[in-house]
T-cell receptor, first 119, second 121 residues
Framework: EAGVAQSPRYKIIEKRQSVAFWCNPI?????LYWYQQILGQGPKLLIQ????????DSQLPKDRFSAERLKGVDSTLKIQPAKLEDSAVYLC?????????????????FGSGTQLSVL | AQTVTQSQPEMSVQEAETVTLSCTYD???????LFWYKQPPSRQMILVIR??????QNATENRFSVNFQKAAKSFSLKISDSQLGDTAMYFC??????????????????FGTGTLLAVQP
């Protein structure tokens, strides 16, 4: 089974530039997550999609971050303009996303992330 | 709001020995999941073990086991017969349980700050 694919693996930009990350989840997974992991911290959820709809974007800095999941499959996360504090690893994850009936049994599968350095 | 605390930034253990990583959490929820994830240098988060709060029996997965103390809100990970490949960051995480007929809502994972485990040869 193919895992969660992310690209690029590394990105270096200067502050105020824009950058985009791409994620292709596991086939058939309805739920897709973007996490931000700053050095020395645990990952923090930025946005969660269920198919192509947003479930939770409460911690997404919407003045500079945007994300979309067209057709409910792959997703892009964009930062425009970037700030120094955006330097982090951006992890994408996916899960089957089945709810209702029996208790949820969510297992998240993570990609290897994109390491962003903003200079 | 839920919080997860890992008070050990770094741990070291000799190969073949046993080590325990600590985690405490705070929540007002009665039904939830707790997880331990491993993050090697490749950066990919790998699920090590999962515990459902309504189950009293501690979860085990081969060399990995947990000590779940619901009243104390404690969830420690024990690694037996440590191997060099166990060297990684370990994150404790919390997920609110959706429950029956819980549709369209978040299953957000809340992570602790991690413990860097080094297995020494």
């Amino acid at each position: 089974e193919a895992g969660v694919a992310q690209s690029p693996r590394y990105k270096i930009i200067e502050k105020r530039q824009s950058v985009a990350f791409w994620c292709n989840p596991i086939s058939g997974h309805a739920t897709l997550y973007w996490y931000q992991q700053i050095l020395g911290q645990g990952p923090k959820l930025l946005i969660q999609f269920q198919n192509n709809g947003v479930v939770d974007d409460s911690q997404l800095p919407k003045d500079r971050f945007s994300a979309e999941r067209l057709k409910g499959v792959d997703s892009t996360l964009k930062i425009q303009p970037a700030k120094l504090e955006d330097s982090a690893v951006y992890l994408c994850a996916s899960s089957l996303g089945v709810w209702g009936g029996t208790p949820t049994n969510e297992k998240l599968f993570f990609g290897s992330g994109t390491q962003l350095s903003v200079l | 709001a839920q919080t997860v605390t890992q008070s050990q930034p770094e741990m070291s253990v000799q190969e073949a020995e046993t080590v325990t990583l600590s985690c405490t959490y705070d929540t007002s929820e009665s039904n939830y999941y707790l997880f331990w994830y491993k993050q090697p240098p490749s950066r990919q988060m790998i699920l090590v073990i999962r515990q459902e709060a309504y189950k009293q029996q501690n979860a085990t997965e081969n060399r990995f086991s947990v000590n779940f103390q619901k009243a104390a809100k404690s969830f420690s990970l024990k690694i037996s017969d440590s191997q060099l490949g166990d060297t990684a960051m370990y994150f404790c995480a919390f997920m609110k349980h959706g429950g029956p007929n819980y549709g369209g809502a978040t299953n957000k994972l809340i992570f602790g700050t991690g413990t860097l485990l080094a297995v020494q040869p």
